[in-house]
C-alpha cells in the first residue's frame, strides 16, 4: 500500500531536478514539459486500443481538462522560478492532496477526522514557511508587493496542479481508471504539449534540440510517467494516505535536491517547512 505513492514521490521529486537544470541550461520550464509530453503521448499511445476511444466521456472530459490544467500549471512554476528557489514552489505544487482529500471527503464519504484536518492546516503552513524570503534591501511596500504576488503565484499553481491528481481519484472511485488509463494519460500529456508547441512555433525554440536538452527532458519525462503510473496503481486506497504519502516524498525529494545541487541555503523558514511538511504526513495517514 505505501510502496507505490513512496516511489511516485521520488519520481516526481526528479522532474523538480529536471526543471532546475534545464533552467541552468538555458533550456525553458515550457521546453522541459514539451519533452516529457512527447514522452508521454507516445508511451501511452502505444498503448492504445480501438475499444480506448469508446471509453465514457468522463475519460474524456478529465482528460482535456487535466492537461489544459497541467499546462497552466507549468506557466506558473516558470513564473515562480523566475522570482524564487525551487523548494518553496515544489513545496506549493505538493500540496495537492489538501483539495484531493477535501474532495474525496465531500464526495465520496472518505473519512476527515480532527487529526487530518490538522495535518492539512500544518501543510499549509508549510508552503507559507517555505514563500518566506529573507528581506531585500528594498524592502518596504515592494517587498510586501513582490511576496503577495509570488504567494499567489504558488496557491495558483497548487491549484492547477491539483486537478489532475484530483481526476485519478475520481476515475479510480468510478472504476474507470484502470481499464482506460491509457487514454487518460494520452489525453492529458497531449493537452499538456500541445499549447506549448504553438507557443515555441512562434516564439523560437531557443537550446530545446541539444544534448543537454533531449537529457533533461527525458529525465522530467520518466519522472512525469513513471510518477503517474505508480500513483494511477494505488489511488484506490484512502486518499488521505495515497496522495499525502507521495506529496511529501517528492516535497523531500525535490527539497533535498535544491539543497544538495543547487546552493540552496538551509534558513530556518526552510527547516520550518521540512519539519511542518513531515508532521503532516504523519498526521494525516494516521488511520
Not at 500500500?1 to 521520488?10: C, K, N, Q, R, T
Not at 521529486?13 to 514539459?33: E, H
Not at 508547441?197 to 537529457?215: D, I
Amino acid at each position: 500500500m505505501y510502496h507505490y505513492p513512496i516511489l511516485a514521490g521520488v519520481l516526481f521529486g526528479i522532474i523538480g531536478l529536471a526543471y532546475r537544470l534545464g533552467q541552468a541550461r538555458g533550456l525553458t520550464t515550457p521546453m522541459v514539459v514539451l519533452y516529457t509530453a512527447s514522452a508521454g503521448v507516445v508511451f501511452f499511445g502505444m498503448r492504445l486500443g480501438t475499444p480506448a476511444f469508446k471509453a465514457p466521456a468522463a475519460i474524456w472530459v478529465l482528460g482535456i481538462a487535466a492537461g489544459l490544467a497541467q499546462y497552466a500549471s507549468m506557466e506558473l512554476v516558470a513564473a515562480a522560478l523566475a522570482r524564487g528557489p525551487l523548494s518553496p514552489i515544489w513545496c506549493a505544487l505538493n500540496l495537492i492532496f489538501v483539495p484531493v482529500i477535501l474532495y474525496a471527503w465531500i464526495f465520496f464519504g472518505e473519512p476527515l477526522d480532527s487529526l487530518k484536518v490538522i495535518g492539512i492546516a500544518v501543510a499549509i503552513g508549510s508552503v507559507i514557511c517555505g514563500a518566506i524570503r529573507p528581506a531585500e534591501p528594498d524592502g518596504g511596500a515592494t517587498a510586501g508587493t513582490r511576496m503577495g504576488q509570488y504567494l499567489a503565484i504558488l496557491l495558483a499553481a497548487l491549484l492547477c496542479n491539483s486537478f489532475l491528481h484530483g481526476a485519478i481519484k475520481h476515475l479510480n472511485h468510478a472504476q474507470l481508471m484502470k481499464q482506460h488509463d491509457a487514454l487518460f494519460f494520452f489525453l492529458t500529456y497531449l493537452l499538456m504539449g500541445l499549447p506549448i508547441l504553438l507557443k515555441l512555433c512562434v516564439t523560437g525554440f531557443g537550446r530545446a534540440f541539444s544534448w543537454a536538452g533531449g537529457g533533461t527532458g527525458a529525465m522530467a519525462a520518466t519522472g512525469s510517467i513513471g510518477g503517474f503510473l505508480f500513483l494511477a496503481a494505488s489511488a484506490h486506497f484512502s486518499a488521505a494516505i495515497v496522495f499525502t504519502l507521495s506529496a511529501i516524498v517528492s516535497l523531500l525529494t525535490g527539497s533535498l535536491i535544491s539543497i544538495a545541487f543547487f546552493g540552496e541555503k538551509i534558513t530556518v523558514w526552510w527547516i520550518a517547512m521540512m519539519l511542518l511538511a513531515v508532521g503532516a504526513v504523519i498526521m494525516v495517514s494516521v488511520t
